[in-house]
């Protein structure tokens, strides 16, 4: 674990009465997500400018930006960034105090409430849509009829809504511990697919760790829980935090700020709109 400051290359900021700080609001970030962000932002500080209007950057690093202008909205902070080698060891970051606030937002089911302070939900029950990714040539891209149960699927230990999902839909489904072991597995041929969301363009075939990936043609899944951004319980700050940051998504889904953000992070994307759900969402 190591602990760098304005790694995401932020601008730091003198910090508000209204969050009576004076030190960094510390966020935790994987180190894969944070070489997402320093790419998808192009070396702005977190916050400032617009989004590329087509990219298909992992969903978090949209998150971050998202987490960051909200942040920002009601005053200036100061920032420190926390990484983690992966997801599950940033939640504990957070758990221990050693951090305020995630960098991307988490499953409901993740949040031990003893733990974690959650903002209202980002996305829904059900609004998070996710494709099965293969290796470009995979021979299911082509096949004319595909049984899903008969792939082998993998993701990573940590991400148990993902695994939940890839339980019911194949009969061979493995996990690992990075993120990245994910796309050199599925490039060797070790595994056929996982889940991944949908960019936001037309085109959507993604490139992860020097791979190209596409989307199992006319199926999708509703991802059966709501996503939030955690706040550590043990923050000096994080009531406050939790209080800003509710506060400026709910006026950013008033004006329809947030739609943005939101097809940004694939949801809703027309192209894949008309493909067959396949898993199970209980509303």
């Not at 935090?241 to 994307?269: C, F, P």
Request: aromatic share 8%; hydrophobic share 45%.
């Amino acid at each position: 674990m190591s602990r760098v400051r304005c790694v995401l290359l932020l601008i730091v900021c003198i910090a508000v009465q209204a969050l009576e700080v004076s030190a960094q609001i510390r966020i935790a970030a994987p180190y894969y997500l944070a070489e997402s962000f320093n790419a998808l932002n192009r070396g702005r500080s977190c916050g400032d400018g617009r989004l590329p209007e087509q990219h298909s950057y992992p969903s978090g690093a949209v998150e971050l930006a998202l987490l960051c202008k909200a942040l920002l909205r009601e005053g200036p902070l100061e920032f420190e960034f926390v990484l983690a080698p992966n997801y599950a060891r940033a939640l504990k970051l957070l758990e221990q105090g050693r951090a305020d606030i995630a960098a991307e937002t988490i499953w409901f089911e993740d949040a031990n409430p003893d733990s974690f302070w959650l903002s209202e939900p980002l996305l829904l029950i059900g609004e998070s849509e996710k494709g099965l990714y293969l290796p470009k040539g995979h021979r299911a891209l082509g096949a004319t009829s595909v049984d899903i149960r008969a792939l082998s699927a993998i993701t990573t230990a940590g991400w148990r809504q993902d695994r939940m999902v890839l339980d019911e839909l194949s009969a061979h489904s493995r996990q690992v511990v990075k993120q990245q072991s994910i796309f050199e597995l599925l490039k060797l041929g070790r595994a056929d697919f996982t889940l991944l969301s949908f960019p936001n363009s037309a085109a959507l075939t993604v490139e992860r760790y020097g791979g190209e990936f596409e989307p199992l043609p006319g199926v999708r899944v509703l991802m059966p829980s709501s996503r939030h951004y955690a706040i550590s319980r043990r923050s000096l700050h994080g009531k406050a935090l939790q209080q800003r940051l509710n506060t400026v998504l709910a006026r950013m889904r008033r004006t329809g700020e947030l739609n943005d953000y939101l097809r940004h992070l694939g949801i809703g994307n027309p192209a894949v709109s008309g493909w067959r759900v396949v898993n199970r969402v209980a509303q």
